[in-house]
């Protein structure tokens, strides 16, 4: 099989899981090339990058768009692309809240996916995230006379960024569309069901992100840290890392004896450094900034626990299922996290770690205090969680499902060609 990856940007540091699954389709023997809809941002690379044979191809920047006119309302538009989609939809449905350039802008880069696909063999696309590179991939795919599905993840499918009519209207049509679904969670399926009124069951699956047991695996140190917390993500709102700096001020006030490490950057970075600052926290809390896997790794080899205090964001955005804690997991770490979106899936409460309600940072430093205070407890949780990674979060395990999926689709597509 010859499976084409549309993406936002590639590769992307916070977006381990579409690496780890390239290379892990590769080495099913899949061959894969990756169709990039903007640059990568200037950030590090992770190790495993060196190791990808896909070559990744960068379409057109917006200023190109310039020199052509192929979106100046729909009768224009209709006439400019073939009648490849339900003509019953108006082309700007496809578009809702966009200004023009950027409707020619992304309707160019489909076009120019869909003659790659075609010059180079390509027999299905896949897109990741439900929005501009899964509209890309379906009008490349209907271009180009292939197949096409796409990964749902999180902001994605439950971020407004029209309102929600219209942006599950649009959802529901790329669904629709798609020769499959896969979605990360039983709490995003549900919440795609729903979307579609129950419609598309059966071809909307759900497939845990996966961790390379391999490399994420139990240390074996003389000496651990139990009295570590490690917080992993970027620091954006969804993440709830303002609320992981209120718990360890009400674990100062216990007395206990604890470090935290909040390892990521982003747009929150100075409130977050500023509030660790006014709380006299700066002896116990530590912004790290980013991290590779590889450092990851050795971070999380120093025992401890993991923390991810997630919260649903103003604009409903959220984590789908937290890549950090399956790592974490499966290098034997008690975990504590809150029930939001498919968090529960991952973690069972007094079993693998804790859960506790978001946005309740006291909660939240009683569940730490829990982890300080019986560490023998903490470490049996770790060693549960290890077992919990084997069973659900293997990524080779969970690829092959993937692939079984691609398969079938390309083999109906062959079918239906040579009949």
């Known amino acids: 099989m010859k499976i084409g990856y549309v993406l936002k940007r590639f590769p992307r ?13 590769e080495r099913l023997g899949v061959t894969v090339e990756v169709f990039s809809l903007m640059p990568p941002p200037q950030e590090p690379r992770h190790e495993t990058f060196a190791t990808l044979r896909a070559p990744v191809f960068y379409l057109p920047k917006s200023g190109v768009v310039e020199k052509y006119r192929i979106f100046q309302g729909d009768a224009q538009a209709a006439r400019s692309l073939p009648e490849v989609l339900d003509p019953a939809v108006p082309l700007s449905a496809w578009f809702p809240g966009k200004q023009p350039r950027e409707a020619a802008h992304l309707t160019l880069q489909a076009a120019g996916v869909a003659m790659l696909a075609s010059a180079r063999g ?28 796409f990964t749902a993840h999180a902001r994605d499918i439950f971020h407004t960024y029209v309102d929600p009519a219209t942006d599950d209207a649009l959802r529901y049509r790329k669904i629709a569309e798609a020769d499959f679904v896969v979605t990360v969670s039983e709490y995003n399926r549900t919440h795609l ?7 598309y069951g059966d071809k909307i699956h759900r497939i845990y992100n996966g961790v390379d047991l391999r490399r994420f695996r139990p240390a074996r140190r003389s000496e651990h840290h139990p009295h570590r917390f490690v917080a ?4 954006v709102e969804k993440k709830g890392f303002r609320y ?29 450094s500023h509030r660790i600052g006014e709380l006299a926290l700066t002896d116990r809390v530590q912004l790290l900034g980013s ?9 999380l080899a120093d025992g401890g626990t993991m923390v991810l205090p997630a919260v649903i964001g103003t604009s409903g955005d959220r984590d789908g299922l937290p890549t950090v804690l399956l790592e974490a997991m499966a290098m034997a770490l008690p975990v504590i996290s809150t029930r939001v979106a498919g968090i529960p899936e991952i973690v069972v409460d ?17 569940a730490m205090a829990e982890m300080l205070r019986d560490p023998e407890r903490a470490r049996t949780w770790g060693e549960q969680g290890r077992k919990r990674a084997e069973a659900l979060f293997d990524l080779d395990r969970n690829v092959s499902r993937l692939y079984r999926y691609f ?4 083999a109906q597509r062959r079918k239906e060609q040579t009949s």
């Open 13 to 25: 540091f916070s977006e381990t899981f579409v690496l780890n699954e390239i290379l892990a389709l």
């Open 122 to 149: 390509i027999e299905h696309l896949h897109a990741h995230f439900a929005s501009n590179a899964t509209t890309a991939a379906l009008l490349a795919a209907r271009l180009a006379g292939i197949g096409y599905s």
């Open 193 to 199: 069901l729903r979307i579609t009124g129950g419609r």
């Open 232 to 235: 992993v993500g970027r620091l």
């Open 244 to 272: 992981l700096v209120e718990a360890c001020h009400h674990l100062q006030r216990s007395g206990l004896n604890y470090q935290c490490l909040i390892v990521g950057d982003g747009p929150e970075r100075e409130a977050l």
């Open 291 to 299: 991290r590779s896997q590889a450092a990851l790794r050795e971070i």
């Open 350 to 366: 007094g079993e693998t770690g804790r859960l506790v309600p978001e946005k309740d940072p006291r909660l939240l430093a009683e």
């Open 407 to 410: 398969e079938k689709a390309v």
